[in-house]
């Protein structure tokens, strides 16, 4: 599975931008699907993720409220619509996808499958 994320860029705080993730390689709709960001000097941490059929979907404490994944198996895509983001939320994000039998969602270990990253910068 080859996964190229996009849609990242420089926003004021309390603004909004929307990533996407589009996979090829492997029947996508079979895959569940999650988001991480790493900042620097920080940990890669979870975001965000979803199953394959969109339920269910799970949200970092961080986010719940300002983000939300959804996804678009006949595009093989997926999106994480943030809003109201603060400086904190820059990092680099990742998208990630896995096909294991049982998923906590927000372990690396979880994910098979990692996209390159896009750059999100949140200016205060």
């Known amino acids: 599975v080859q996964l190229q994320a996009s849609g990242g860029g420089l926003v004021q705080a309390g603004g909004s931008l929307r990533l996407s993730c589009s996979a090829s390689g492997r029947t996508f709709s079979r895959l569940y699907m999650g988001w991480f960001r790493q900042a620097p000097g920080k940990e890669r941490e979870f975001v965000a993720g979803i199953m394959w059929d969109s339920v269910p979907t799970i949200y970092a404490d961080s986010v719940k409220g300002r983000f939300t994944i959804s996804r678009d198996n006949a595009k093989n895509t997926v999106y994480l619509q943030m809003n109201s983001l603060k400086p904190e939320d820059t990092a680099v994000y990742y998208c990630?996808?896995?096909?294991?039998?049982?998923?906590?969602?927000?372990?690396?270990?979880?994910?098979?499958?990692w996209g390159q990253g896009t750059q999100v910068t949140v200016s205060s």
């Open positions: 990630a996808a896995g096909q294991k039998l049982t998923v906590t969602w927000s372990k690396i270990y979880d994910y098979d499958y």
